[in-house]
């Protein structure tokens, strides 16, 4: 999808402003060589400051992307950089399942999250020299019904402690899944198709 501006894009210096290699490795699937430059942006931003849950994540990525993009633009750095940012977070309800605390918050959430749906929000933005792209992707992902011995023994692998909501689709984690509605790279972590259709767009507006 992304033949058509490939020269373009390699003119840029590309920064995911991430420390995920699951992110890195997803844009990398994409041809892109990006280097990983996680954000120092304090993740405090208020849920209940924001018309929904779009915004929320869309402002926290954009703050992501913000600190970089200016850390690196410093001085007389004339490189022209695209910062691509994204975070991710898991709902049920009003609830925001963020990164378990520790394994017995772990075992809460995926006992939570045993046997329903949540809906997975991923806020991406692209923020480049004539300003910022801003998009958010979400999922309905069904958990299978689980037993106490079966959510303990995933727990106990430590996968879930560095995901949002507690799981990992593309790891173990996705055997406790029955079925997910829309994109499965959102609830990975960076929708790889709507990103191709912005970075066309960005490229295209740019041109014209």
């Known amino acids: ?11 840029k210096r590309i920064i995911l402003a991430s420390g995920s290699p699951r992110r890195q490795e997803l844009v990398k699937s994409l041809g892109l060589n990006a280097e990983l430059c996680p954000s120092t942006f304090e993740e405090n931003l208020n849920p209940a400051d924001f018309k929904d849950f779009s915004k ?6 954009l703050g992501k992307a913000e600190e970089v993009y200016n ?6 750095n004339q490189e022209e950089i695209l910062v ?3 975070d991710t977070m898991v709902t049920m309800g009003s609830e925001i399942y963020g990164k378990p605390k520790d394994n017995a918050d772990a ?16 806020g991406v933005v692209l923020k480049h020299s004539k300003g910022v792209r801003s998009f958010t992707e979400t ?15 995933y727990v106990a692998t430590g996968e879930p402690l560095d995901k949002a909501g507690g799981y990992g ?9 029955s079925r997910i509605d829309g994109d499965f790279y959102c ?20 041109a014209s």
């Open 169 to 177: 689709v593309q790891g173990l984690g996705g055997a406790l899944i």
């Open 1 to 11: 999808m992304l033949a058509p501006i490939k020269h373009l894009l390699a003119t």
């Open 71 to 76: 850390r690196l633009k410093t001085g007389d």
């Open 107 to 122: 075992l809460r959430m995926i006992t939570n999250l045993a046997g329903k749906c949540n809906t997975v929000f991923t």
């Open 84 to 86: 691509i940012a994204a």
């Open 139 to 153: 999922a309905d992902v069904y958990f299978g019904e689980l037993s106490r011995e079966q959510i303990e023994a």
């Open 56 to 61: 929320f994540i869309e402002a926290t990525a």
């Open 187 to 206: 609830v990975m972590g960076l929708p790889l198709h709507r990103l191709c259709c912005e970075l066309n767009k960005l490229f295209v507006e740019d």
